[in-house]
């Protein structure tokens, strides 16, 4: 199962990151003491890092991983239209879910933290999933407690399409998150438009950005969502695009000058 996994991976850890770093110190102390031949106590010093650095990953493994933050960035575009003024999107991304397993409290907070914030939108950018897809399973019920009050959208990423496109897609609508795969959905306030655009996971080959393109309203700003952010060397090609929200890093890819927070 995916808890007993977890729990190989984190014994094998344990034992595998301080051997690495007791060695890698215990090399350098050896060159230390040929450079100056002195005695440094070579071992000593080694077993006290090894054992910080098993302390690390136990605490990163088990607590650390639940202390979250939310992060805010604004970004600025001069021909935003002002009924978006200070539009807030909240992006959730790289969960991995079956990190997770049996442990619906932690994602609990998660959620009610999301909430808390009150967020125009709500988006997801890919890999929902880690290594199964029915481990999403047990959270649907918690996740579909996320609000957003223009809706929650997603993309998929790498590992959701390794494990089974379909049931992730099947489980995203359980949790009442829209997926869009390849699409663009208007977002409308006051009669001006804001429009949002999601690709397919570009590792596996899934986008069409063609696709994107018909459905795009010219002169009309744009959002893309793509679990890739190497994306943005693509996106950042079309007029209609202020911003790319990605996945496997913090920051967006594309810092353009109203008021949208992230």
């Given at each position: 199962s995916m808890y007993r996994l977890s729990n190989f991976l984190l014994i094998f850890l344990c034992f595998a990151v301080p051997k690495a770093i007791?060695?890698?110190?215990?090399?350098?102390?050896?060159?230390?003491?040929l450079i100056s031949g002195r005695r440094l106590y070579g071992g000593y010093i080694a077993g006290v890092v090894a054992l910080a650095s098993l302390a690390y990953v136990v605490y990163g493994a088990t607590e650390g991983k639940q202390h979250f933050q939310i992060r805010e960035v604004t970004i600025t575009y001069k021909d935003l239209p002002d009924a978006f003024d200070g539009y807030r999107i909240l992006q959730l991304s790289d969960i991995h879910s079956g990190s997770w397993t049996r442990n619906g409290k932690a994602i609990q907070k998660a959620v009610d933290m999301v909430n808390a914030e009150q967020a125009d939108l709500v988006v997801f950018t890919g890999d929902i999933v880690n290594n199964i897809a029915t481990e999403l399973d047990e959270f649907i019920p918690i996740l579909s407690q996320i609000k957003?009050?223009?809706g929650v959208y997603s993309v998929?990423?790498?590992?959701?399409?390794?494990?089974?496109?379909k049931k992730v897609k099947e489980a995203l609508?359980?949790?009442?998150?829209?997926?869009?795969?390849?699409?663009?959905?208007p977002l409308q306030k006051q009669n001006k438009t804001l429009q949002i655009a999601g690709v397919d996971s570009i590792t596996l080959h899934k986008d069409d950005i063609e696709k994107v393109k018909e459905k795009l309203e010219k002169n009309t700003p744009a959002i893309m969502l793509a679990h890739e952010p190497d994306f943005a060397d693509t996106t950042s090609k079309l007029?209609?695009?202020?911003?790319?929200?990605?996945?496997?890093?913090?920051?967006?890819?594309?810092?353009?000058?109203?008021?949208?927070?992230?």
């Open positions: 007791f060695v890698i110190v215990i090399l350098i102390m050896k060159l230390l003491f957003g009050k223009d998929l990423g790498n590992h959701d399409h390794w494990m089974d496109a609508n359980n949790a009442n998150i829209i997926n869009l795969e390849n699409d663009v959905y007029p209609q695009f202020i911003l790319q929200l990605s996945g496997p890093v913090s920051y967006t890819h594309l810092t353009l000058p109203t008021k949208l927070e992230v």
